[in-house]
């Protein structure tokens, strides 16, 4: 298991499009994956689970991946939310 | 069969009708015997709807672009959600129910849980997932899913009232006509009817009852009428009828490039009311002389996050290069209401008409409102840009406005970018307070616009989207009239001022001679409706329009001052369709 904090910078936080293109992307990768806010876990291979973590401009999130391909799932994450999504 | 509506929209359609009613389904629980039988079942449904859903986003991303249509693959998204889909799955194993049972409970329980958050983004969200849910849901259940997106022949619509989302994925090519129980000039549907240049006839109360698709249905947006199951005379009438107004457009769009100007000489400018860059085509293509109201909302609200100063700029650029010489009314963002970004997230209130919106929003989120400023202002050297404020009450928001553009001045001199410096500064007069004091407003301005739709509504205290009351609706009420004089008289004070108009009232032609005689400068409305205001003008003296106005202000009711209106048109051998 891996897990990385970072700080989501966009103005738009898990909204909308950058909410959509996070899942998605969490859905290439074969491990189980997380995000943890205040200490809750949310599937982010769900849509509605990562609107549901209602993450804003400003949070520091945890990214946890559990499975063959843990540290890219997480290093791939981590750089697309410090990329703001772009 | 004839039935009587509001006219949304001029023109004259027939066709088959499509009717489109959304059924409820009714959802009974029941045990079952074989789980694995119905989650068979409801994977088929799932594979099913999401095979539709991409099919219709396919096809929404060639028609409408590819942000508009991102709607659709968000629906695949959740239909592709693990959690949903498990916990439906989850629910006919452990509750052993059937699966339309367990598909309703859990769509409910998701969209209770996003309905009840405080950010209305995901407030707004709890509809795309009630719209997956009930897609799936109708699967399960063998409902056909209606769809628009995809008609063979000539088509008009029959619904109960068209949603943005009944719209969107409409086939544009194929749609010729709405027809609605309910709806008003200024909603979703006759906007959207003005927009593709259909005819449309709404507020028809039970029309969505008594039409069955494959009819045939004529709708007259000329005399506001509705025809199912016409006679073999009526088609043939109307057949005619259509035609001759096709010939009468024709010769309206003769007049493209010929002034608005009356017939002893007074010259009046008319322009287009526009929400973004992609609307200037249907404004030169009639003959708009310019832009009277660049509502920028539209800006941010087709936006995931707040537009950046370089976005806007880009976007304010391409309209008011466009236009040259001529002028290019820009409006300050005019949010709050009924309008709501998902990125600024707002209370729910009361009363939102009398509450935060607009330019009272914009001074407490001041550093969105200097990135607008900034933007137009360094967009302003592209040609004429004029910068207009809504919803000012008073004086002292035009001051504070104007402050605040002084500002933004000042930052772009210290950075040595090139702005207008004599650009001019107006201001919406939509709220009744600001008509009554325009002679003292009028002092910190160089031009006035009068927004006849909220003037009316704050005015006449009348919801015009509530159908109890809507008939107190009238810009012809002497109440207007005479704001609408108050305003210009005042801006006349001034040799160099002038006061324009943007709300409905200004494309109404039956309002087009009591407003030039007024004096009112410039005309400004959606880009289908100047061939016939200009027609109009060019049809009078200026003279005989002001005596038309001189009688309007002696009568008592505006139901009086419209028929004397007809009366003159009539008189005058002024034909309008």
Known sequence: ?86 | MEKIGIIASPGIAIAKAFVYEKVEAVVIKKQINDIDAEVEKLKIAIKKSKKELEAIYEKAKIDLGEEDASIFQAHVLILNDPEFVDAMISEIRNSVVNAEFAVKSITDNFYTMFAAMEDPYFAARSADIRDVGTRVLNNVMGIENLDLSSFSENTIIIAKDLAPSDTAQMDKAHVVGFATNIGSRTSHTAIMARSLEIPAVLGLSDILETTKTGEMVIVDGIEGKVIVKPTEDELKAYTAKQVKYLDYVATLSQLKDLPAETTDGHRIEICGNIGSPNDLEGVHKNGGEGVGLYRTEFLYMNSDSMPDEEKQFEAYKKVIESFGERSVIIRTLDIGGDKKLPYLPLKEEMNPFLGFRAIRLCFREKEMFKTQLRAILRASVFGKARIMFPMISSVMEVRQAKAIVQECMAQLDAEGIVYDQNIEIGVMIEIPSAAITSDIIVKEVDFFSIGTNDLCQYTLAVDRMNQEVSYLYNPLNPAILRLVKMVIDASHTHPDKFTGMCGEMAGDPSATLILLGLGLDEFSMSASAIPQVKKMIRSVSFKQAQDIANTALKLETGEAVAEMVKTKISDLGIKIV
């Open chain 1, 1 to 86: 298991m891996v897990s990385q904090e970072v700080i989501v910078t966009n103005p738009t936080g898990l909204h909308g499009r950058p909410a959509s293109i996070l899942v998605t992307t969490a859905s290439k990768f074969k491990s189980d994956i997380d995000i943890i806010k205040d200490g809750s876990h949310f599937n982010a291979k769900s849509i509605m689970s990562v609107m549901g973590s209602a993450v804003a401009q400003g949070y520091t999130i945890g990214i946890q991946a559990d499975g063959v391909d843990e540290e890219q799932a997480v290093e791939t994450l981590v750089t697309l939310i410090k990329n703001e999504f772009k």
